[in-house]
């Protein structure tokens, strides 16, 4: 399917353009009363996430408010470790938790091996009526977690502020994690293929925790699995973009840039025109305003899309993007600065 605002994607292989492209991590989500409204339907996350028409209905609900460049598919980057048995289910405001977490090596070797078109396919359905309904009109993107966060949840059973456990489990039972890194590492490959199959015309790796680990421990743990994926990724779709993001992990960019990703995202602690010169123009950059930015006043906001824009400089590759997702709490209205703001300042 042919796309009308090819912005993104342009973007994504380094094409000049008239204007920055602009898209937001969590565009769809708790900070929109209609999407609130779609979760009351729905009962819970996990029953939002696998109706395929109430994933598209929220999935779209960004793009009627604001001029958006992209839409993000509404799912969570735990399905993979969900479809792998272990018990997904959500507490109000504790987030994520699994009823069976991984403890030792016989529980990784226990782990079923996932067919992701049958044990998945609430998430292909989803992407294939969001295209469909879609008609073109911008890019759709897919996504999956790094394989290092999605091993987080697993073997914490939920969120953790310390990675206590999981980092014991890759420094105590090392050969295990690796044989768990792997075993995300092939499912995600297949994911985001199918995604791609489904619809996707772009993927984004979310490796939320990457900034918790050491460089010599991120290399080994997170890093090489992400380059995988993105070799298995390529070696079938070498034409669909693929996008990291890496959470706090400023001189690994350089590294990260050699993976073969078409851009990296960059969190907020990093100046963008640092990333741009630790990663020598191979790679596109996308970021990279402070979420926090979307409390202040709307000439504030003005005033730090700038400053972003004009972090950036000169040259094609540019994604405007948030360094992080959106807050529940956040005004849509400011939101709508944000993205008009984008607009206005980013025209060449």
């Given amino acids: 399917m042919k796309i009308k605002n090819d912005l993104l994607l342009r973007t994504l292989r380094l094409e000049k353009t008239d204007r920055t492209p602009v898209w937001i991590m969590r565009q769809a989500g708790r900070y929109l009363p209609e999407y609130r409204e779609v979760r ?26 604001f001029d958006l460049d992209a839409v993000i598919i509404f799912s969570d980057i735990l399905t993979i470790p969900d479809a792998m048995g272990l018990g997904l289910y959500f507490v109000t405001g504790e987030g994520p938790k699994f009823k069976k977490p991984i403890v030792t090596e016989a529980d990784v070797d226990a782990l079923p091996k996932i067919d992701v078109k049958t044990d998945l396919k609430y998430v292909m359905d989803g992407l294939k009526l969001t295209s469909k309904t879609l008609e073109g009109k911008v890019p759709l993107l897919g996504f999956c977690g790094s394989p290092w966060t999605l091993l987080t949840y697993m073997v914490e059973g939920g969120s953790s502020k310390t990675f206590a456990k999981a980092k014991a489990f890759l420094l105590n039972q090392s050969q295990a994690a690796h044989k768990l890194l ?22 984004q790796v979310f ?12 290399e080994e743990f997170s890093l090489q699995y992400m380059k995988q994926i993105v070799d298995g990724v390529k070696a079938v779709n070498p034409e669909t973009p693929v996008i990291l993001f890496s959470k706090g992990v400023q001189y690994n960019l350089s590294k990260m840039s050699d993976t073969g990703a078409d851009c990296l995202g960059v969190d907020w602690t990093t100046d ?26 709307d000439e504030v906001i003005e005033k730090e899309v700038k400053r972003v824009l004009g972090s950036y400089g000169e040259g094609p590759g540019h994604v405007f993007n948030l360094g992080h997702g959106m807050h529940p709490d956040m005004k849509p209205e400011k939101l709508a600065v944000l993205v008009n703001a984008v607009k206005k300042y980013s025209q060449k």
Avoid at 183 to 191: C, E, F, G, P, V
Avoid at 208 to 215: A, E, T
Wanted: proline share 5%.
């Fill in 40 to 65: 009351a339907q729905a009962g819970d996350f996990m029953t939002m996430a696998r109706n395929p028409k109430m994933v598209c209905e929220v999935t779209l609900q960004p793009l009627r408010r």
């Fill in 182 to 203: 792997q075993k995300l590492t092939d499912a995600s490959i297949d994911y985001l293929n199918q995604q791609i199959a489904s619809g996707a015309n772009a993927v």
């Fill in 207 to 218: 490796d939320s925790w990457g900034g918790s680990l050491s460089p010599a421990m991120y």
């Fill in 272 to 297: 963008l025109s640092l990333a741009k010169e630790l990663t020598k123009g191979k790679v596109a950059l996308q970021g990279n305003l402070d979420p926090c930015v979307l409390y202040a006043q």
